[in-house]
Nanobody, 120 residues
Framework: QVQLVESGGGLVQAGGSLRLSCAAS????????MGWYRQAPGKQRESVAI???????NLADAVKGRFTISRDNATNTVYLQMNSLKPEDTANYYC??????????????WGQGTLVTVSS
């Protein structure tokens, strides 16, 4: 079984910064990619940032230049550094990982979500 535990959400004023963390644990053999998605009230969940095993990243156009995704392979932890936050960044942020577990089963795993609220 593989679990993702997120931390770092909260309330911040527009222009401020937050850093989200997500640690993967359990019977992990290898992680293909980890990333962050977000869902605002009344909207569909959308991809924010993804980092692949080799270090390549994909960022949504809406956050390019403001958000940075990074990963610590030694601890299976992914970080999302969010700068210059805007009210439209307000959403529940979910960590996501695609992994092979110890039985070489390919899994997609989601965290429980962490709320980010940006006040104007």
């Amino acid at each position: 079984q593989v679990q993702l535990v997120e931390s770092g959400g909260g309330l911040v004023q527009a222009g401020g910064s937050l850093r989200l963390s997500c640690a993967a644990s359990g019977s992990i053999f290898s992680i293909y990619k980890m990333g962050w998605y977000r869902q605002a009230p009344g909207k569909q969940r959308e991809s924010v940032a993804i980092i692949f095993n080799g270090g390549n990243t994909n960022l949504a156009d809406a956050v390019k230049g403001r958000f940075t995704i990074s990963r610590d392979n030694a601890t299976n932890t992914v970080y999302l550094q969010m700068n210059s936050l805007k009210p439209e960044d307000t959403a529940n942020y979910y960590c996501n990982a695609n992994v092979w577990d110890s039985k070489f089963t390919y899994l997609e795993v989601w965290g429980q979500g962490t709320l980010v609220t940006v006040s104007s």
